[in-house]
């Protein structure tokens, strides 16, 4: 008896599977199916939507950074009344810590003296550095290097900005 009701559900199953055979006689044949574009999930437009490519995003302007140096305390321009040069570098739209160097550069061209700080800022804060070249006791002043010295700033390695004094003999 089980073997017979096995055969019957079987038969029956198979009797509703329609896959693979004709339409029935009288039906409409509904066509060759064009699928829709996976993007034109609508169907409405001719333009096929796309994902954004990363030149429409909205782009974050980050301020480029900026340096002003000042010489200061220089009162006396004479090699024998200087004791030392400062000078401060203000830097701005900087952000996580950085290397800032001064080069001290001589009134005949040559880099004379390099110093260099780390300053850890925030975007939008400024932060003052001061870089000092000692010239009473050195070959500044025993040479007699007088003239208009330059001073290159650069951070991480790229030009910031300078700033120039002259000492006198």
Avoid: N
Avoid at 97 to 114: D, I, L, M, N
């Amino acid at each position: 008896m089980r073997a017979r009701r096995a055969g019957f559900v079987a038969a029956l199953l198979l009797s509703a599977c329609t896959e693979g055979t004709h339409p029935p006689k009288g039906s409409e044949d509904p066509g060759e199916v064009v699928p829709v574009a996976p993007t034109d999930v609508l169907g409405e437009g001719t333009e096929v939507a796309r994902p954004p490519s990363w030149e429409e995003d909205v782009e974050v302007e980050v301020p480029r950074p900026m340096g002003h140096a000042e010489v200061v305390g220089l009162a006396s321009r004479g090699l024998s009344d200087v004791s030392q040069v400062d000078v401060d570098l203000t830097v701005s739209g900087v952000s996580g810590k950085r290397t800032v160097e001064a080069e001290f550069v001589s009134p005949e061209g040559h880099p004379y003296q390099r110093r260099s700080s780390v300053v850890v800022a925030k975007l939008d804060a400024a932060k003052t550095l001061r870089f000092s070249m000692p010239v009473a006791g050195t070959t500044v002043a025993t040479s007699i290097m007088s003239g208009t010295w330059s001073v290159r700033f650069f951070l991480d390695g790229a030009p910031l900005t300078t700033a120039s004094f002259t000492l006198e003999p």
